[in-house]
């Protein structure tokens, strides 16, 4: 199984984003998927979670300009980030446990002031 990211590119401050993840094959539909970004000199850290039954999990920093969501039948994840700052600026990954852990490549995000 194969994880694409797409969507990331260069974006001014106060602007919006949106990641698409895309599996190359059906997964389960009790398989968990995230998204998780790394940041220049920072470990990589989670940005949100949608767990099997739909509930969702945000990190810390998130404070509601970050949405996640998985479209099931197109075995697909996407991100919108809104508001963005350059402390957004990272490499963003896609993520998905079924029940073994799968990453995509990341695609890098970056927000200029």
């Known amino acids: 199984l194969q994880l694409v990211e797409s969507g990331g590119g260069l974006v001014q401050a106060r602007g919006s984003l949106s990641l698409s993840c895309v599996a190359s094959?059906?997964?389960?539909?009790?398989?968990?998927m995230a998204w998780y970004r790394q940041a220049p000199g920072k470990q990589r850290e989670e940005v949100a979670r949608v767990f099997y039954n739909g509930r969702i999990r945000h990190g810390d920093f998130v404070r509601g300009r970050f949405t996640i969501d998985r479209d099931k039948d197109k075995n697909t994840l996407t991100l919108q980030i809104n508001n963005m700052t350059p402390e957004n600026t990272a490499v963003y990954y896609c993520?998905?446990?079924?029940?073994?852990?799968?990453w995509g490549q990341g695609t890098q995000v970056t927000v200029s002031a």
């Open positions: 094959r059906r997964i389960s539909r009790v398989a968990a």
């Open positions: 993520y998905l446990a079924d029940p073994e852990d799968f």
